[in-house]
C-alpha cells in the first residue's frame, strides 16, 4: 500500500463512525473545532501573515469567518431538517398497494479538500468546504496549499485537538501536503474518494474534475474556478453618483490586490459623457492605490503575464495605473477600455486576469451591451448598479444576468461574500463545474450528501430523521403535508 492507500482507507474507517454520531455530538465537534482554532489566533494570523502577505486584519476577520462558518454548521445540524426528510405511509388497500417510503439525504464518504491559495482560513484547511462536509457525516482528507502549508499545518493540529477532545475517530480529518500533479492527482483518483472540494484556477479545476470523471468510478469535483463578474452601470446612476461609483468600484477592483473570485473584471455601460467622467474618475482612484504583494510568486507571475497580454491586444486603451511602480512581488492596478465592438471580436477579453484589473466596456447603445452579456460564460455574480427608475426601465438586463450568474447584486460590490442560507457562490460553467451547487452558506452541505430511500423498513430500524414519533423534533414532509408532527 502507498502513503495515499493508507489515507484514504483509513479516511473509509473513520467514515463508517462518524456517520453514525448523532447530529448533537456532529454540532458539539464543530464547536470544538471552532474553539481550537479560535485559541489558536495569534500564531495562525501571525503564520498566515509570514506566508501569504494578507494583512493582519484581513487575516483576523478571515479567522473570525472560519469559526463562524464552522459554529453555523453546527447550528445547521443540531436543528435538523436539512436532511429533507419525506415519508409517505403506506396504504395497503390501494390497488396496487401502495408501501411505506421514507426519504433522507446521507453523506457520501470521504471528501478530498484542496485549501485555496487566496483564503488561507475561510477556504482552505477548516474552510467552508471542510465545514461543510463534516456537517454532513463525511470524514475528510484535506490537500493543504504549498504557498500556506505553515499555516495549514497549524490549523490541522487545532484540529486535531478538537479530534481529541471530541473522543472520535482519530483519521476522521487528515491532513497531506505536496504536489498537486502528485498527491492531489493520486487523491482524486483514488477509488475511495467519494467527492472533491475545489477552490483555484480554471486549469487546475478542470483538471481535477476531468480526473474524476475518467476514475472506473467517477465522482463529482465541486471546483469554484474562474469569473470576470460582469458589472452593468446604467445611465441615471452614472449621471448622480459618478464620483461615488468610482471610489466604490476602484476600491473594489483592488481589495485584496483583487485576488477574489469576486473581483469586479469587467465593467459594461453605454457611451456617455457620464460614463466618460466616471472612467476618468475611477483612472484617478486607481493611479492613487498603491501596489501591493500578491500571495505567492506564481499568482504574481500569472498576473503580470495575463496583464501584459490583454493589454497588448488590439483596440484595447489603458485608463490608468497606480503611479507608483510596483516592487518585487507587487501587482500593478490597472483599469483599461475598449469597445464593444472590440470586445465582441476578440475572447481574449472574456478571460480572468486574477489581479487588480477590471475592463470597462464601451457599449454602442443598450442592444450592443445586451449583446455583450449573452457572449459572456458562466459567471459566480453579476452586479447591476441602478436608480429605480434604470431598474424599471431595464427588467430585460436583469432577466438576463440571472441566467449568467449565481449571484445578481444590487448597487453594491460583487467582493464579499455573507456565509448564510441563502448565499449562492456557484455559478454555470466555467465559475464552477456544477451550477447547481454553492460553496459558501449552508446549503454548501448538500454537495457532500445523496438521498436514500427506506422502503417497507419497521420503525426501530429506521434512522432517528425518518422514525415514526420524531425523535429529532426536525420538520419532514409526511404524506405531502410539512409538519413536526409524529405519526
Ligand atoms: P491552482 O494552481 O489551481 O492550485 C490550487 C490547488 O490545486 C493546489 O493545491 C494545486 O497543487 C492543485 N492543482 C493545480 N493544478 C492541478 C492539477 N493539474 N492536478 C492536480 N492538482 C492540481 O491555484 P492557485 O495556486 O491558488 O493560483 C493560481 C491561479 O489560480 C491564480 O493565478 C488565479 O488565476 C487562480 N485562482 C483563482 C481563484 C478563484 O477563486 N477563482 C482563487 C485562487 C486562484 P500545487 O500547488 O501542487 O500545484
Redesign the pocket.
Known sequence: MNNIDIVMQDAREAFESFRLLSPSERSSFLQKLAAEIEAARETLVQTAHEETNLPLPRLNGELSRTTNQLNLFARLIEEGSWVEAAIDTADKNRTPPKPDTRKMLLPVGPVVV?????FPFAFSTAGGDTASALASGSSVVI?G???HAKTSQLVFEAMQKAISKAGIHPFTVQHVLG???TV??ALVQHPLTAGVG????F???K??WELANQREQPIPVFA????INPVVLLQHTLQENAAALAKTYAASICLGMG?F?TNPGLLLAVKSDALDQFLTLLGKEIEQTAPQKMLHS??HA??TKGLSEVLAQKGIEKIAQSAQQPGNGEAFPTVAKVNASVFMQNPHFRE?V?GPYSLAVVCADKAELMNVLQSLKGQLTTTIMATDADVEANADIIALQTTLAGRIILNDVPTGVEVCASMVHGGPFPSTTDGRFTSVGTTAIKRWVRPVCFQGFKDTMLPDALKNNNPLHIWRIVNNEWTKNGI
Open positions: 484542496f485549501g485555496a491559495s487566496n490537500k496549499h504549498s504557498a504536489s498537486g500533479s492531489g492527482k475545489f477552490t483555484g484556477s486549469a487546475g479545476g483538471a481535477l469554484e474556478m474562474s469569473s485576488q473570485c506564481g499568482i500569472s498576473y480572468e486574477f
